[in-house]
Nanobody, 115 residues
Framework: VQLVESGGGLVQPGGSLRLSCAASGFTVSSYAMSWYRQAPGKERELVATIASTGGTTNYAGSVRGRFTISRDNAKNTVALQMNSLKPEDTAVYYC?????????WGQGTQVTVSS
């Protein structure tokens, strides 16, 4: 199993970024996929999840209405569209999957929201 995130960077408040997670070793359509984030000095927190069946999505209250998680089965990728970004969204963002009793993580991608 391998997860590789991309798309992070520096953006001004109110701006947008789109993160992508390329998966290998398994099929993203068969598992719930999640995005987490960890800000300096804080615990890692769940940001968004997309279910394996039906595509049901769930979001942390702090990002609901601004972030959208999606899945591209043909490319075996998961994306996180982030709009109306705020300084408090600054963190390292991780793609994750729970498979065969193991939670797998990508290496993370840094998102910095600052003017």
């Amino acid at each position: 199993v391998q997860l590789v995130e991309s798309g992070g960077g520096l953006v001004q408040p109110g701006g947008s970024l789109r993160l992508s997670c390329a998966a290998s070793g398994f099929t993203v359509s068969s598992y719930a996929m999640s995005w987490y984030r960890q800000a300096p000095g804080k615990e890692r927190e769940l940001v968004a999840t997309i279910a394996s069946t039906g595509g049901t999505t769930n979001y942390a209250g702090s990002v609901r209405g601004r972030f959208t998680i999606s899945r591209d089965n043909a490319k075996n990728t998961v994306a996180l569209q982030m709009n109306s970004l705020k300084p408090e969204d600054t963190a390292v963002y991780y793609c994750s999957v729970y498979r065969s009793r193991i939670r797998y993580w990508g290496q993370g991608t840094q998102v910095t929201v600052s003017s």
